[in-house]
């Protein structure tokens, strides 16, 4: 079956830096496009970024434009998620998702457990 298995949240100061892993298994990693979400205690889960089956397109959420970067690595059937210039508001719990194509539209069909980002002002 499918897995997603994220790594690499943790604690950082505000205007640090982490970078997440999300390990994928069970399926063929090139055929979905990948995203990344958050959900801050208290509030529904948001979108933060998405990249394509190929890697050639990206999307990310208005928040963390210019300050998150999305990347995938097919060889590898992994998706990381570099996060630079942390904010307080950054603080959550992110969950890497498959999408159930190439193209990241719709809501995912897959989720990991999720890895807890937290940002100390």
């Known amino acids: 079956q499918v897995q997603l298995v994220e790594s690499g949240g943790g604690l950082v100061q505000a205007g640090g830096s982490l970078r997440l892993s999300c390990a994928a298994s069970?399926?063929?990693?090139?055929?979905?496009?990948m995203g990344w979400f958050r959900q801050a205690s208290g509030k529904e889960r948001e979108f933060v970024a998405a990249v394509s089956g190929g890697a050639k397109n990206t999307y990310y959420a208005d928040s963390v434009k210019g300050r998150f970067t999305i990347s995938r690595d097919n060889a590898e059937n992994t998706v990381y998620l570099q996060m630079n210039a942390l904010k307080f508001e950054d603080t959550a719990v992110y969950y890497c998702a498959a999408y159930n194509r190439v193209y990241y539209s719709g809501t995912p069909g897959y989720w990991g457990q999720g890895t807890q980002v937290t940002v100390s002002s």
């Open positions: 069970g399926l063929t990693f090139r055929n979905y496009a």
